[in-house]
């Protein structure tokens, strides 16, 4: 298995829900990324974990709360979203944050109403 | 700080032209590596190819090819006898290695490059 997969593919969600994006990657790397993208732009980097650990949070606003309960697994919590925040968020795996070989999901589109 | 350029915004040719993307980057850093992804409009990120900083060869891989020149900081891709399949955003990539806090795993994007390929 070479991918990442993200779950769902699409979400609308109003400024009073809470939600959550699911990640997952089952080729054993150890490194999970969220980034995110607004249209016509490139990946921004939002959070990084190694090991399971937070290692970098690029200031992103608390509205966004990540989470690794195991190496396959990576969430990101929403709640109390802006418009603004209507973005695809992409989730990347590589073995460890010194190895570059980066693999992308397909991403979640997210619209915020 | 790190930095990647791609002047090219929007480029647009006929099927079967040979079309050049050009990337510039700027680093400090003497360890690093280049990579370029494209996105379709899908918007999986699909790897295309990475370079590290020791090894300038140019690369060919069917029709896609790269010329890296540490002379000039770039890092172009160029695509021989287009397709239409190849129309999507590409973009180019810096990761950086400290010899110190080694690598974050940080990718610094540019900000892409719209190819439009037609019939």
């Known amino acids: 298995d070479t991918e990442v997969t993200q779950t769902p593919k699409h979400l609308v969600m109003g400024m009073t829900n809470k939600k959550s994006l699911k990640c997952e990657q089952h080729m054993g790397h150890r490194a999970m990324y969220w980034y995110k993208q607004k249209a016509k732009k490139p990946p921004e980097l939002m959070f990084v974990y190694s090991y399971e650990k937070l290692s970098i949070n690029e200031s992103v606003p608390s509205r966004f709360s990540p989470e690794c309960p195991n190496s396959s697994l990576l969430n990101l919590h929403l709640h109390a979203l802006q418009p603004e925040d209507s973005a695809l968020y992409l989730c990347a795996s590589s073995l460890t944050t010194a190895n570059y070989g980066y693999t992308f999901g397909s991403g979640t589109r997210l619209t915020v109403v | 700080a790190q930095k990647v350029t791609q002047a090219q915004t929007e480029i647009s040719v006929v099927e079967k032209e040979d079309v050049t993307l050009d990337c510039v980057y700027e680093t400090r850093d003497t360890t690093y590596y280049l990579f370029w992804y494209k996105q379709p409009p899908s918007g999986e990120l699909v790897f295309l190819i990475r370079?590290?900083?020791?090894?300038?060869q140019n690369e060919i891989s069917g029709r896609y090819s790269w010329n890296f020149q540490k002379s000039t900081s770039s890092f172009n891709f160029t695509i021989t006898a287009s397709q239409v399949v190849d129309s999507a955003v590409y973009f180019c990539?810096?990761?950086?290695?400290?010899?110190?806090?080694?690598?974050?795993?940080?990718?610094?994007f540019g900000k892409g490059t719209k190819l439009s390929v037609k019939p």
């Open positions: 370079r590290n900083s020791f090894d300038e």
């Open positions: 990539a810096l990761s950086e290695f400290s010899s110190y806090g080694g690598s974050q795993g940080n990718l610094i």
